[in-house]
């Protein structure tokens, strides 16, 4: 069975800091991965997506994220976060076939400081 | 339409009482996903349609929850005699279907409060 693991419950940095939110997944296979955001009273937005190839994959907002294989992660990245960045995040995994479904992460929830 | 619609956003509803929570696709999504998210938690996987046909109901918690597509499109997810522990927002996601298979985009959910 897939599971996700994201470490980190809360974190907060200051506005202007870098950022990496961690993200380690069980799968017996190369998965296909995401990342979601979700702000308060919203649905989920993709972020981002791996399904293969180039293991650093660029996404909206200005967040990338990069597949590590040997470490089983897909650790989510920015180098300068906004106050508007505040929101909720989670780590997604579905298996690399077509029309099933996705095994999320507990989340991770972020704030950021003036 | 240009989202995942769902409604109501928000629903009240008593111990024992029943609920149908409705969910719009994009229109031409193939495919349908039902998810629970409970407080402080991530999503969890209930339900999944491709058209018509429930291909995958695993994560229905009880038989208590029932979800149909009876057309291929608009959604229902049904919860009879509903407890406290359901309290919840339930989403609802479409994709495409095919290779973009498991790119979902998701509706902002209906926040389910069972008194």
């Known amino acids: 069975a897939q599971s996700v693991t994201q470490p980190d419950i809360h974190i907060t940095v200051s506005e202007g800091a870098s950022l990496e939110l961690r993200c380690n997944y069980s799968?017996?296979?190369?998965?296909?991965l995401f990342w979601y955001v979700q702000s308060p009273g919203q649905g989920l937005q993709l972020l981002l997506k791996?399904?293969?190839?180039?293991?650093l994959v660029q996404g909206i907002k200005g967040f990338e994220a990069e597949f590590k294989r040997s470490q089983s992660s897909f650790n989510l990245r920015k180098p300068s976060v906004h106050w508007s960045d505040a929101a909720e995040y989670f780590c997604?995994?579905?298996?690399?076939?077509?029309?099933?479904?996705?095994?999320f992460g507990g989340g991770t929830r972020l704030m950021v400081k003036p | 339409g240009a989202g995942v619609s769902q409604s109501p956003r928000y629903k009240v509803a008593k111990r024992g009482q029943d609920v149908a929570l409705r969910c719009d696709p994009i229109?031409?999504?193939?495919?349908l996903f039902w998810y629970q998210q409970a407080l402080g938690q991530g999503p969890e996987f209930l339900t999944y349609?491709?058209?018509?046909?429930?291909?995958?109901k695993s994560g229905l918690p009880s038989d208590r929850f029932f979800a149909e597509r009876p057309e291929g499109s608009v959604s229902t997810l049904k919860i009879q005699r509903t407890q406290q522990e359901d309290s919840a927002v339930y989403l609802c996601?479409?994709?495409?279907?095919?290779?973009?298979?498991?790119?979902?985009?998701f509706g902002a959910g209906s926040r389910l409060t069972v008194l």
């Open positions: 229109s031409g999504h193939v495919s």
């Open positions: 996601a479409s994709s495409s279907g095919g290779a973009g298979a498991n790119v979902l985009t």
């Open positions: 791996y399904f293969s190839g180039d293991t």
């Open positions: 997604a995994v579905g298996p690399n076939n077509a029309g099933n479904m996705l095994t």
């Open positions: 349609f491709q058209n018509e046909a429930q291909l995958d």
């Open positions: 799968y017996g296979a190369t998965p296909y």
